[in-house]
């Protein structure tokens, strides 16, 4: 694992997984962190980045890390993607995109209403 530390935040854990045969994935976060929050993994092989859903089923969180190959070809500008989804766990809208895990956790619970 390795830490970053922003102005203005704690020091932070950044988990790494492997992810379509990228050995070094950052999540941009700890794990860890996210299901003591109530997330749960809902990648799918196919997807572009891995996801993780929070406990309500409603809001999906993709995870960028912009200095993966793929990530660097889709030319991504931000770390989190939170998506609403509708009653039967399909993608319904998208909330909005970040580069701040605060920021990110704070859209997950305005959407989670």
């Given at each position: 694992?390795?830490?970053?530390?922003?102005?203005?935040?704690?020091?932070?854990?950044?988990?790494?997984?492997?992810?379509?045969?990228?050995?070094?994935?950052?999540?941009?976060?700890?794990?860890?962190?996210?299901?003591?929050?109530?997330?749960?993994?809902?990648?799918?092989?196919?997807?572009?980045?891995?996801?993780?859903?929070?406990?309500?089923?409603?809001?999906?969180?993709?995870?960028?890390?912009?200095?993966?190959?793929?990530?660097?070809?889709?030319?991504?500008?931000?770390?989190?993607s939170v998506m609403k989804l509708d009653e039967h766990?399909?993608?319904?809208?998208?909330?909005?995109?970040?580069?701040?895990?605060?920021?990110?956790?704070?859209?997950?619970?305005?959407?989670?209403?």
């Amino acid at each position: 694992m390795r830490s970053e530390t922003k102005k203005g935040e704690e020091k932070m854990k950044n988990s790494v997984v492997t992810w379509h045969g990228y050995e070094n994935y950052n999540m941009n976060c700890n794990i860890e962190d996210l299901k003591k929050r109530g997330f749960e993994c809902s990648s799918y092989n196919n997807d572009l980045a891995p996801s993780y859903t929070n406990k309500k089923g409603n809001i999906q969180v993709f995870f960028i890390d912009l200095n993966s190959d793929e990530m660097k070809a889709e030319k991504m500008t931000y770390k989190f993607s939170v998506m609403k989804l509708d009653e039967h766990g399909e993608y319904s809208e998208t909330i909005g995109t970040t580069n701040s895990f605060e920021e990110m956790l704070t859209m997950v619970k305005k959407g989670e209403k």
